[in-house]
């Protein structure tokens, strides 16, 4: 069986092998992606739209009928993944091979055998082995997302047995429509297949290298599959290859502490140098662009691997390579050896050679699990998004955009347990769950066992379940024990701490205007890209964004809900509800940003703040996600192009890489506030 679904896995690899270069540097001459689909027969359309009506009923239907009946109800989006996937290839245009007409219907025909067994109470791909795909509903936007699974013959669902998980990273796509990633999930196991694990395939919102919702996208597809399958938190293996590759270099370096092993083939680990040298481009980044690049760039976050086991692969005659090279020479500065395995000859593949070495090591570190408790943690972030490392928190940053450092070590044979040296952080947590220190060391707690940058500091006992949590913070640049890591303070911290594309990780809510504008120019152009990003968050992000006018919303979706405010003042109410509390402000001719005001006639703000009517979620002002059609064409263009706030100038012409002439742009302070430094 595998051999077959190996040779079925290789026929498809060519809708997926479109390659960057030279060509696509060409910000005026800007290829679609995804591309156009090409025509459906009307035959095929008027029966593919029929099966979609049919299981878009039956869907429905099953909505009522299962609403006393949650086990059942919570698998519906198992369901829901077929119906999508065919749909929106019809609606938007995205079929791209006839043998993807014929790939639809099959899928139908899946998605209504499914609904007609949730109706008779089963659902036997819950427990089934094999190939099996699955879906959730995304907290981001609603959506239901897909995602496939190679569930080992050994699973058992009534064993008490914990299995290993292993992510695989899928490569660049750019017709990987939800038709074609089904199709291949299955049909295919992919490359790796360890014995006894499960093995996730995320769709990662299409071909975004799994960054922002394509990030948040593999977490909500853990949580998934924790609903239904036994796993071990402490065997989760990241793997990937190309793009995957890419991904699984970010995963890795971002999140330390959720991994058992990395194991990350070819791709790409940072910006500048890869689009030098693979994609041959003149990289001018503007100077917010470049701070930027420190949300992704994995070489930036190299010595984070000191606590997490990491196995890199490259064809030796790859171009791809320089990824791993990359990451080998910042790992060498952290005091660390990249170990590198090399498929001789090869190009942009494994060889067997390869693939058996990366197993063998793979699988033994696996088998020993991952280290809940190291002695040790090294950690390093540029931004509050990435913020902590197995027992290390960090609660907030002296300078964003500039590298932090923990390095902290748990020496159980000294009254002075926890020794932590800090560089650029003015707050920190220490955390421990119950059951996870080790007996010997719960007496010690409290007192002066904690030693902050060489100065002993007080810190509090341990709970009665022998859990220990403790809270530092810099105060009047000393290190003291706070009660909380929230201060009350207006102040950026993890999940509200910008840039623009930050809001657009969690629930967002389009808010349009019904009011009338200033300026009808203004107007004109915040109703284009209102509509730019919603389109573009369906072809980039596969979802719908939400959208809803100002004067329908309601306390719970402010509570919520990021909100994306389109317009000024004038035309949109929540907008002039909170106005006055905005660091940028509307006056009767002009945007002031600090002591610079800017022509309203053809100038607008765009910027991402705490929502004062509920700091605890964004608003943004006249912004989707900030990169666009040129930074389609390259995965390693895909991140912010904007910081927290700019300016545009309205009448220079929107392009594939801005939405008009950038003529301010910045950053806020750690308090959010408009900073006297000149970088706006």
């Known amino acids: 069986m595998t051999t077959r679904l190996a040779a079925a896995f290789l026929i498809m690899v060519p809708l997926a092998a479109r390659a960057d270069g030279p060509r696509d540097n060409l910000p005026d001459n800007v ?17 593919l739209r029929a099966g979609v009506e049919d299981l878009g009923r039956q869907i429905e ?23 999508k996937a065919v749909h929106d290839a019809l609606e938007y245009d995205e079929f791209f091979k006839p043998g993807e007409i014929r790939a639809a219907k099959d899928l139908l025909r899946h998605g209504m055998e499914r609904a007609r067994q949730l109706r008779e109470g089963q659902a036997p791909w819950d427990s089934a082995t094999g190939l099996v795909v699955r879906g959730y509903v995304s907290r981001i936007d609603g959506s239901v997302q897909p995602y496939g699974l190679v569930v080992p013959m050994s699973y058992d669902p009534e064993s008490p047995h914990r299995y290993r998980l292993d992510v695989w990273c ?177 190009k942009h593949h494994y060889t067997p050679e390869a693939k058996d070495e990366i197993n063998r090591r793979i699988d033994a570190i696996a088998e020993q699990q991952r280290d809940p408790l190291p002695v040790s943690v090294r950690f390093t972030t540029w931004t509050l998004r990435y913020n902590r490392s197995f027992w290390v928190q960090i609660d907030g940053l002296e300078h964003h955009w500039e590298r932090a450092r923990i390095e902290a070590t748990l020496e159980a ?56 949590t403790a809270h530092f913070r810099k105060v009047d640049g000393k290190w003291k024990s706070v009660s909380s890591d929230d201060d009350g303070t207006l102040r950026k911290r993890h999940g509200l701490q910008g840039p623009i594309d930050e809001a657009f990780m969690e629930s967002f809510l389009m808010v349009r205007p019904t009011g009338s504008a200033r300026n009808e120019k203004v107007a004109k152009w915040a109703d284009g890209e209102m509509k730019h990003a919603a389109d573009h968050w369906r072809k980039q992000f596969r979802g719908i964004a939400r959208v809803k006018d100002d004067r329908e919303i309601n306390d719970a979706e402010i509570a919520g809900n990021n909100l994306v405010l389109w317009g000024d003042p004038s035309s949109n109410a929540i907008l002039a509800k909170i106005a006055d509390k905005l660091p940028i402000r509307w006056e009767k001719d002009g945007v002031r940003l600090g002591k610079s005001t800017y022509d ?20 943004v002002i006249n912004s989707g996600f900030t990169f666009r059609e040129y930074d389609y064409l390259s995965n390693a263009r895909q991140v912010p192009r904007l910081p927290d706030y700019a300016v545009v100038d309205i009448d220079q012409p929107l392009t594939s890489r801005a939405p008009g002439k950038i003529v301010a742009a910045g950053f806020f302070g750690e308090r959010w506030e408009l900073r006297n430094d000149g970088q706006h």
């Open 61 to 83: 239907s099953l909505r009522t009928a299962l609403k006393g009946k949650p086990n059942l109800l919570k698998l519906l989006p198992d369901v829901q993944v077929y119906h």
């Open 170 to 346: 899928h490569g660049r796509g750019e017709t990987l429509s939800e038709v074609n990633f089904l199709s291949q999930r299955e049909k295919s196991p992919g490359e790796f297949t360890p014995r006894d694990a499960i093995v996730v395939h995320p769709y990662g919102r299409y071909c975004n290298a799994n960054k922002f919702a394509g990030e948040i996208d593999l977490f909500e597809a853990i949580d998934s599959i924790k609903s239904h399958y036994q796993i071990n938190e402490y065997q989760i293996v990241m793997r990937g290859f190309s793009m995957g590759g890419a991904a699984c270099w970010q995963f890795a370096v971002h999140y330390p502490d959720r991994w058992a092993a990395a194991a990350p083939g070819a791709g790409f680990s940072e910006t500048a140098d890869f689009l030098k040298v693979f994609q041959k481009e003149a990289v001018k980044p503007t100077w917010y662009e470049q701070k930027l690049w420190h949300l992704y760039d994995c070489t930036d976050y190299a010595m984070n691997l000191a606590n997490l086991p990491t196995v890199a692969y490259s064809g030796e005659d790859d171009h791809q390579k320089q990824a791993a090279d990359m990451m080998a020479k910042a790992l060498k500065a952290e005091g660390i050896e990249l170990t590198h395995i090399i498929g001789k000859k090869a």
């Open 413 to 468: 044979d000294k009254d002075r347990l926890f020794s932590i040296q800090t560089s650029n952080v003015s707050a920190l947590t220490l955390q421990f769950p119950a059951g996870l220190l080790p007996t010997e060391i719960l007496p010690k707690l409290g007192g002066q066992s904690v030693t902050i940058d060489g100065t002993p500091v007080e810190a509090p006992g341990p709970r009665s379940d022998r859990s220990w």
């Open 600 to 619: 309203a006639g053809h100038h607008v703000p765009v910027l991402i703040y705490p929502n004062p009517l509920n700091p605890r979620r964004y608003v």
């Open 31 to 47: 290829r679609p992606v995804p591309p156009k689909g090409i025509p459906v027969p009307d035959a095929d359309r008027s029966e």
